[in-house]
C-alpha cells in the first residue's frame, strides 16, 4: 500500500488542523494505521492509531483530548483532526500503515502493530 500525506501548514497555538492520508494499491480497511511525528532533534513517536478489525483507537497522553485519528473506507483515506495546537505539536507528522502484531498489549498510541509502509510526511508548524 502507498500512503500520501497533506493537510500540514502553519497554524497559531491554540488552533485546528486536520492531516489526510490517502492510500493507493491495497484497501486501507485490511491495516491498522497510525500517526507518528517527529520533532527536529528529537525521536519519532507515535501519536495515534486505529487497529484494522475492531477498530479500536489509541492516543499519546500529550495529545488525548485534542486529536482524534479516523478512517474512510469508501475514500480509503485516513485522517487526523488536530484541536487545541500547541507548540509541542510542531513536526513531521506521517501516515503508517501495517498488519503484524508486535506482541505488546496493543495500548500504547502504536495499537501494538509494526508498520511497515509509510508516507513521505507533512509538515506541521504551530508558532504565533
Known amino acids: 500500500v502507498q500512503l500520501v500525506e497533506s493537510g500540514g501548514g502553519l497554524v497559531q497555538p491554540g488552533g485546528s488542523l486536520t492531516l489526510s492520508c490517502a492510500a493507493s494499491?491495497?484497501?486501507?480497511?485490511?491495516?491498522?494505521i497510525a500517526w507518528f511525528r517527529q520533532a527536529p532533534g528529537k525521536e519519532r513517536e507515535g501519536v495515534a492509531c486505529?487497529?484494522?478489525?475492531?477498530?479500536?483507537?489509541n492516543s499519546a497522553d500529550s495529545v488525548k483530548g485534542r486529536f482524534t485519528i479516523s478512517r474512510n473506507n469508501a475514500k480509503n483515506t485516513a485522517s487526523l483532526e488536530m484541536k487545541s495546537l500547541e507548540l509541542e505539536d510542531t513536526g513531521t507528522y506521517y501516515c503508517?500503515?501495517?498488519?503484524?502484531?508486535?506482541?505488546?498489549?496493543?495500548?500504547?498510541?502504536?495499537?501494538?502493530?509494526?508498520?511497515?509502509?509509510w508516507g513521505q510526511g507533512t509538515q506541521v508548524t504551530v508558532s504565533s
Open positions: 494499491g491495497h484497501t486501507l480497511d485490511y491495516y491498522a
Open positions: 486505529m487497529s484494522n478489525s475492531e477498530g479500536i483507537t
Open positions: 503508517a500503515a501495517g498488519y503484524v502484531v508486535d506482541g505488546t498489549t496493543g495500548l500504547s498510541p502504536t495499537c501494538g502493530f509494526v508498520y511497515d509502509f
